[in-house]
C-alpha cells in the first residue's frame, strides 16, 4: 500500500518561499500522475498542481507563475517550490497519487486518489 509524507510546511511572510516535499513508499511514482492540493478552513479542496507521467506541469491559474512542481522519480517524490507566497495560500497542503499517468484537460489527475497526511503553510501579512 503506498504511503504519501508531506514535508517543508511552516510559517512565512508574505513574499516569502517555502517548497515543500513529497515522498512516496510502497509503490513508483514513475508511471502515475501526482498532484497537489490545499485546503484552506471554511474552504473545499483546491488542486493546485499535477505533475503527469512524463512529468509534464499543470498549474492552477492561482499559482501560475508562483508555485513550480517537480518529480524525482528516482527518488520517489514530488516537490512544490512556493515563491511570492501570499496570506490567501495559507492553507493545509495535500500530496496525492493517481492511480493512472494520465491528466484531463483541466488538469486533473485521471483515477482514483491516494493521499497525504498533509502539511500546514501559514503566510502572514
Known amino acids: 500500500q503506498v504511503q504519501l509524507v508531506e514535508s517543508g510546511g511552516g510559517s512565512v511572510q508574505a513574499g516569502g518561499s517555502l517548497r515543500l516535499s513529497c515522498a512516496a513508499s510502497?509503490?513508483?511514482?514513475?508511471?502515475?500522475?501526482m498532484s497537489w492540493f490545499r485546503q484552506a478552513p471554511g474552504k473545499e479542496r483546491e488542486r493546485i498542481a499535477s505533475s503527469d507521467s512524463a512529468a509534464n506541469p499543470n498549474l492552477a491559474l492561482s499559482v501560475t507563475g508562483r508555485f513550480t512542481i517537480s518529480r524525482d522519480n528516482a527518488k520517489n517524490t514530488v516537490d512544490l517550490q512556493m515563491n511570492s507566497l501570499k496570506p490567501e495560500d495559507t492553507a493545509m497542503y495535500y500530496c496525492a497519487k493517481a492511480s493512472t499517468g494520465t491528466v484531463l484537460d483541466g488538469g486533473r489527475c485521471i483515477g482514483q486518489y491516494s493521499w497525504g497526511q498533509g502539511t500546514q503553510v501559514t503566510v502572514s501579512s
Open positions: 510502497g509503490d513508483t511514482i514513475s508511471r502515475l500522475c
